[in-house]
């Protein structure tokens, strides 16, 4: 039986998978399958089903590129050697080949999307915050950091324009455009806030030292977007010279000790992209109980940019909430951002 969290999440996943024309034809077509709607439904009850079931693909298509399906990814082979109306045969082909380790690995497979461009989604936010607290050192934290390249997000260079508006900051190998949509921008500093420390959780860290690392995080990459791979690439190169700093385990049981060890004169920034509504509920609510509990002698900042799978349209709430005085004082939506960062609607 279909549950109302697993098909919302189908149906968001349909909607936002139009970018992706490769993804949109095979599970078109899989509609019609059952044998390959059986693999689909091996995917956990918590992940969304078509993305993370093409993740789980992909990865296996990384390691084994020598199938005929490889040949349907331009990162792989930049001219596709038969139409897209083919692919499906060569992608059933190449299930049914590895029909075995995605029984092993749909299960437990989690979509860990270490989208470097959201950063330009962010950076927007973190100004404000560092408004708020008049250019006061801050104290970042990420929950559910994946690899850990988003906490690279100081080192990297911006871009941002629309009509009316054309702004960059930084120099680096990592180079993010983002396009402003609507009648209002957001405030650009020319510098990065005041960062006193930065610093990120996750309870199994992806490891882009390594190639099996490197071909997950790849996996969660949509076949047709080469400019997030080469992102990816530049982002690896550059974690290499600048290692972020990442606690390994759950996130519940390490963010009172984190938060614990930052010293008072510092602000506390929070922030998570699209992880925190991927996993359990429970998890969710003991995290803000514990911002709350902490918020009672310090003010913590959290910024949220998750996709919400039971709204309509592709669009995530880039969403800030104020803690003080041991409770939720203001929450506001700043934006609306496109799943990959790309673009994003300033409120």
């Known amino acids: 039986m279909t549950t109302p969290n697993r098909r919302a999440w189908i149906e968001y996943a349909s909607r936002t998978m139009v970018k992706s024309p490769l993804y949109s034809t095979l599970y078109a077509s899989m509609q019609q399958d059952q044998e390959m709607l059986a693999l689909l439904d091996a995917v956990r009850e918590d992940q969304p089903p078509p993305v993370t079931f093409f993740m789980v693909v992909n990865y296996l298509v ?20 038969y139409p897209l109306s083919e692919a499906y045969s060569h992608f059933k082909d190449f299930c049914q080949v590895h029909h075995e380790e995605l029984q092993a690995l749909l299960p437990d497979a989690i979509l860990q999307t270490n989208e470097v461009a959201r950063c330009s989604n962010l ?30 997000w100081p080192h990297y260079e911006y871009h941002y324009r629309n009509e009316q508006t054309c702004f960059s900051l930084g120099s680096s190998p990592v ?9 209002h921008s957001p405030q650009f500093f020319s510098e990065i806030p005041p960062i006193a420390s930065c610093s990120g959780i996750e309870l199994k860290p992806l490891d882009y030292n390594t190639d099996e690392g490197r071909r997950w995080l790849k996996a969660a ?9 080469q992102h990816l690439d530049a982002a690896i190169t550059l974690a290499r010279k600048i290692p972020p700093t990442l606690f390994i385990g759950d996130a519940s049981a390490l963010l009172p000790k984190l938060l614990a060890s930052i010293s008072a004169d510092q602000t506390v920034c929070l922030w998570h992209s699209y992880a925190l509504n991927q996993g359990p509920a429970s998890i969710r609510e ?16 959290r910024i949220s940019l998750e996709s919400e799978p039971a709204k309509s349209g592709e669009l995530s709430a880039l969403e800030l909430s104020t803690y003080k005085w ?14 990959h960062g790309e673009y994003m609607e300033w409120n």
Do not use: M, T
Not at 132 to 144: M, V, Y
Not at 221 to 228: A, F, T
Not at 286 to 292: K, L, N, W
Not at 331 to 337: D, F, G, M, P
């Open 326 to 339: 041991g409770a939720l004082q203001h929450q506001e939506i700043l934006a609306h951002c496109s799943v």
């Open 62 to 81: 990384f390691s084994h590129p020598e199938h005929p399906f490889a040949l349907s990814y331009p990162y792989l082979c930049k001219q596709r050697p």
């Open 286 to 301: 003991c995290i803000a109980q514990q911002i709350i509990a902490a918020s009672g002698s310090r003010s913590i900042y």
């Open 175 to 183: 180079k993010l455009d983002c396009k402003l949509r609507g009648s």
């Open 123 to 152: 950076l927007p936010a973190f100004n404000v915050v560092s408004s708020l607290e008049n250019r006061r050192s801050l104290a970042f934290i990420e929950l559910g950091a994946s690899a850990g390249l988003n906490l690279l």
């Open 221 to 229: 990459i949509w076949p047709e977007e080469l400019d997030r791979y």
